[in-house]
């Protein structure tokens, strides 16, 4: 019987999964996605982002789309297994993450293809800088046996927080902590010359929407390479969001940092301060009895210690690592 013979993919191919690669309006999950690629790329090896649109997405607000189609390299559109098998023909390499790609209340219906499932065994397979979400997997334990024999066909596996290397440990399987993919790259080339009125704010909350007022600016359907200048150009930065504080960091910009306390998804925030050296107790709560209209008085002006620079080469050297095996 005549058999067809499998395409072997290119040298140097990696084919990325995360959630920067569909039109959504979420600026850290769309350069989360630009960063591990350009520092692929800037390694010398060709790489795409896998255009998947996952179930749990429903509304398509296009606020990115200009930059994705400027930044992000991406496969043609595949919406099925089918379609996402035959990438093993184009590339050597799978890599997914990051972000909340392995957080069980958003791939649970994705049928395993968020932990690679689709990806023949001849192809390396890499976590990089997945998260759960949370400090503790949640799923029931059917599901966490499922998750734990998927994972187990990978090659390597980082995580973004310790908490993810627990979760981890208790599945049996081990992994590294790694800092999040925006911390790999250098950021100028896609910053804008905008600059905000006063203070910045980006946040979901009504109350810290309302603080902005006339003199200030408040974030909100901008284009991402305007949102970034703001954040760099900010005479203070109001936030809470993960990568917002993120590039506050990175581009040693003074912030205000908010979060709700009891949040099973603050592990994040205490693994970056912990990292660069800002205290825990630095996170202000919506209930904090605080004087809100003074916010500047609880600013953080970040500055990044040798520990941190180590972690950011660390980083980059597992990656760089897990791919060549």
């Not at 991406?74 to 023909?89: A, G, P």
């Not at 390499?93 to 990806?119: A, H, M, P, W």
Request: glycine share 6%; net charge positive.
């Amino acid at each position: 019987m005549f058999r067809f013979k499998r395409r072997v993919p290119q040298k140097n191919t990696i084919a990325i999964l995360n959630y920067g690669n569909f039109e959504c309006e979420n600026y850290g999950a769309v350069l989360t996605a630009y960063a591990l690629s350009k520092f692929l790329r800037l390694h010398g090896f060709n790489v795409k982002n896998i255009d998947y649109i996952p179930t749990f997405y429903k509304e398509r607000v296009g606020v990115l789309t200009d930059f994705r189609a400027e930044y992000l390299p991406m496969t043609h559109r595949v919406s099925t297994m089918r379609d996402l098998r035959k990438l093993n023909d184009d590339f050597e390499t799978f890599i997914v993450g990051s972000d909340q790609v392995f957080n069980q209340d958003f791939v649970r219906r994705e049928n395993g293809i968020y932990y690679l499932k689709f990806v023949d065994r001849h192809a390396r397979k890499i976590a990089a800088a997945a998260s759960f979400g949370t400090n503790r997997f949640m799923g029931n334990k059917r599901e966490k046996r499922r998750v734990r024999k998927l994972l187990y066909r990978f090659d390597a596996i980082s995580v973004r927080e310790a908490t993810g290397v627990d979760i981890l440990r208790d599945m049996g399987l081990d992994g590294t902590c790694i800092l999040d993919p925006v911390f790999l790259i250098d950021w100028d080339d896609v910053v804008s010359d905008y600059k905000p009125n006063g203070v910045f704010y980006y946040s979901i909350w009504p109350q810290v929407q309302k603080l902005a007022g006339d003199g200030n600016t408040f974030a909100s359907g901008m284009k991402l390479q305007d949102w970034l200048a703001g954040i760099k150009n900010a005479e203070l930065f109001v936030t809470d969001s993960f990568h917002g504080i993120c590039f506050a960091i990175i581009f040693g910009t003074p912030f205000v940092p908010l979060a709700v306390l009891n949040d099973l998804r603050i592990e994040r925030l205490y693994n970056i301060f912990d990292a660069v050296g800002i205290p825990r107790d630095k996170i202000i709560s919506p209930d904090a009895d605080i004087d809100w209209q003074h916010l500047e008085k609880y600013a953080i002006v970040p500055h990044i210690n040798k520990r941190f620079s180590e972690l950011r080469r660390f980083a980059q050297n597992w990656i760089l690592n897990a791919i060549k095996g």
